[in-house]
C-alpha cells in the first residue's frame, strides 16, 4: 500500500512539473512571435514610408550657346521631391538627376519656356518652383574694348597727387546679347584707392562694361580683372606747423576758450611759401555758442598761402565763460 501511495504521489508531482515547463514554453514562443513581427512591422514601415523634401539645382539650358545668347533665366530653381523616404534622401544628397529649359526649337525675341527634369526615379513625384519662365534669346556676338582706369582721386592725401595709371590688361573681349553689347560705352578697370593715400598703388582691380548712365552691362568679359599701377607722389616740400586758433563773432563780456584735437598739421607747398610759415591761422566762428560746442573746421589754404594741409580739417571744441 505504501509503494502504491508512493507512486500516486510521484506521478502526480511530475505532472505539475511537465504542466509548468509547457506553460514556460508556450509563452516563451508567443514572445518570441510578438518580437519577430514588431520588427517585421518596423522594417516594412521603414520601407513604405514617403518624404518630402525641397533642394536648390542648378537651372541647365538646352540652345546653341555659339550662336545665341539667353537672358532672363534663374541661376537656379527649386525642386519638390515626393516619394519612398530613402529613394527621396538619397536623390536629395547626390542631386544625380537635372532640371533643363529646351530652347533648342527657338529663335530669337522673348519666350515663356516650361522647365523639365531629367533622371529621376520613376517612383519619385517632383515639383518645379518656378514651373515655368520667361527668356529673353538674342544673337550672340563678341567685341573687344579698350580698358580705362577709373579711382576716386578724393581719397588721396592732401598735399599729393596721382600719375598716370596702368594697366596689365589694355583690352577685354566683351560676349553677350547683341543688344547688350551695344549698350557699352566704355570698359573700365575699378581701382579701389583707400582714404588719405599717400604711396603708390599696385592692386588687383574689377573690370567692369558701363552704360551711358554709368551703369553695369549684362556681358562677359574676358579676363574680368587686372592688376593696376597708380603712381603717387608729394607734389612739394612739406613742413609740420601749429595751429592759431582765433574766435570770430564772439558776443561782447564773453570769453572763449578754444582747443583743437590735433596740436600741429603738414602744409605742403614750394619752399618760398613754407618758409615763414610757422602757425597756421584758423578762424572759428563762436556767434552761436553759449555754453560750450565742438566744431570741424577745414583749413584755409588760400588764407595760409599753401597749396594743402594734412589733415584737410580739425575739430576745435570752444568753451564760453562770462566775464
Known sequence: MKNRRYTTWLYRVLALILAVLLFLYVNSTKSSNNTQSTTSTGSNTSLTATKSMTVSVPLQLNVNSNKYFVTGYPQKVKVTLR????LVTTTANTQNFKVYAALSDLGVGKHQVTLHQEGLNHEIQSTIDPAKITVDIEPRRTVSFPVKVQYNSQNIAA?????????????????????????????????????NTKKTLNSQAVIEALDSSGKTVNVILTPSTTTVNLPIKSDGESKKVGLNLNAKNGSSGTSYKLTSNVSSVTAYGSSSQLKDLDDVDVDVDVSDVKNSATKTITLDTDDNNVTAFDPTTIKVTVKATTN
Do not use: C, H, W
Request: positive net charge.
Open 159 to 195: 598735399g599729393y597727387s596721382a600719375g598716370k595709371a596702368t594697366s596689365d590688361v589694355t583690352t577685354v573681349k566683351a560676349t553677350g546679347a547683341a543688344n547688350e553689347i551695344s549698350r557699352i560705352k566704355q570698359v573700365v578697370a575699378q581701382l579701389t584707392v583707400p582714404q
Open 83 to 86: 516619394g519612398p523616404l530613402a
